[in-house]
Antibody, heavy 126, light 107 residues
Framework: EVRLVESGGGFVQPGRSLRLSCTAS????????ITWFRQAPGKGLEWVGF??????????EFAASVKGRFTISRDDSKSIAYLQMSSLKTEDTAVYFC?????????????????WGPGTLVTVSS | DIQMTQSPSSLSASVGDSVTITCQAS??????LNWYQQKPGKAPKLLIF???NLKSGVPSRFSGSGSGTHFTFTINSLQPEDFATYYC?????????FGQGTKLEIK
């Protein structure tokens, strides 16, 4: 069974940093892209960013709202992807989800976002 | 950015009914559209990919169609477990964007 689990969420003050982890099992982690999404309390879903597989360069893309503040990295030997969040703002408060996907040679992005982890809550507040 | 306009935002229906949700993209999204189901406190679940393909294991009462800028999602013969919020998402052009969601409630 393919399973992803996020961890590392919590309460943090504005301007501080936090690192989330996405740990996978049941897959050859390095074969896949990993995408992060978030959902603010009571709101809809928002794409945060993704990291391509090493076969596609292991490069990253981000939403404008987090670009320059968030980074994504991966450790394929541990089957973990990380979302490093810096200069956090109150509007970053959300449940953060990670998903597995495939790199696309057609769109040059990622397709297939399944399964999703259960999510981890990040609360940014003073 | 591609804006995804999903309608209706809420819907009341009874067990056994059929319902349809639409998603209009502000520009061409080709076939690259997903439909998700989300229940309170849970992660979204992928139901339909590439606009019209049913993910393995998803009941056949769920279906999707469309391409380009107009997409539809239909649930036939609603079951009690289908009452949830549904989202469309385009993954053709970055940033990937979602519709605002449709909350399907029991009448």
């Amino acid at each position: 069974e393919v399973r992803l689990v996020e961890s590392g969420g919590g309460f943090v003050q504005p301007g501080r940093s936090l690192r989330l982890s996405c740990t996978a099992s049941g897959i050859t982690f390095g074969d896949y892209a990993i995408t992060w999404f978030r959902q603010a309390p009571g709101k809809g879903l928002e794409w945060v960013g993704f990291i391509r597989s090493k076969a596609y360069g292991g490069t990253t893309e981000f939403a404008a709202s987090v670009k320059g503040r968030f980074t994504i990295s991966r450790d394929d030997s541990k089957s973990i992807a990380y979302l490093q969040m810096s200069s956090l703002k109150t509007e970053d408060t959300a449940v953060y989800f990670c998903t597995r996907g495939y790199d696309s040679s057609v769109t040059l992005g990622v397709y297939w976002f399944d399964p999703w982890g259960p999510g981890t809550l990040v609360t940014v507040s003073s | 950015d591609i804006q995804m306009t999903q309608s209706p935002s809420s819907l009341s229906a009874s067990v056994g009914d059929s319902v349809t949700i639409t998603c209009q993209a502000s520009q061409d999204s080709s076939k690259y559209l997903n439909w998700y189901q989300q229940k309170p406190g849970k992660a979204p679940k992928l139901l339909i990919f590439d606009a019209s393909n049913l993910k393995s294991g998803v009941p056949s009462r769920f279906s999707g169609s469309g391409s380009g800028t107009h997409f539809t999602f239909t649930i036939n013969s609603l079951q009690p477990e289908d009452f949830a919020t549904y989202y469309c998402q385009q993954y053709y052009i970055l940033p990937y964007t979602f519709g605002q969601g449709t909350k399907l409630e029991i009448k």
